[in-house]
């Protein structure tokens, strides 16, 4: 059993930064991955970002083509989580970011996630 955590949502204009963040408990990010959705009012949850960290804090990180470039995901092996790094945003990127821990990679697919945390409302405004 996993259970997530997560933090740093807000509202913001567009071109502004906020820090998401997803603390782990009851497994390690060694174990499992972690994943990033968002699902906006009338539309399905979407992929946004997954990391699959392993030993010696080395992680590969996923991202979908509409946040490329512009979020970071970390995760942080000693603190047993996940952080998601939001740059220059757009209003279009307004929804609840929801984190995901699943056995599965890649962990592109909202099917794929095992445990879901309650989620963070972002809101960025024109």
């Known amino acids: 059993q996993v259970q997530l955590v997560e933090s740093g949502g807000g509202l913001v204009q567009a071109g502004g930064s906020l820090r998401l963040s997803c603390a782990a408990s009851?497994?390690?990010?060694?174990?499992?991955?972690v994943g990033w959705f968002r699902q906006a009012p009338g539309k399905e949850r979407e992929f946004v970002s997954a990391i699959r960290c392993g030993g010696a804090n080395t992680c590969i990180a996923d991202y979908a083509d509409s946040v490329k470039g512009r979020f970071t995901v970390f995760g942080d092996l000693v603190k047993n989580a996940v952080y998601l790094h939001l740059n220059s945003l757009k209003p279009e990127d307004t929804a609840v970011y929801y984190c995901?821990?699943?056995?599965?990679?890649?962990?592109?697919?909202?099917?794929?996630?095992?445990?879901w945390g309650q989620g963070t409302q972002v809101t960025v405004s024109a």
């Open positions: 995901g821990a699943s056995a599965s990679w890649p962990l592109n697919v909202a099917t794929k996630v095992d445990y």
């Open positions: 009851g497994s390690t990010l060694s174990t499992y991955r």
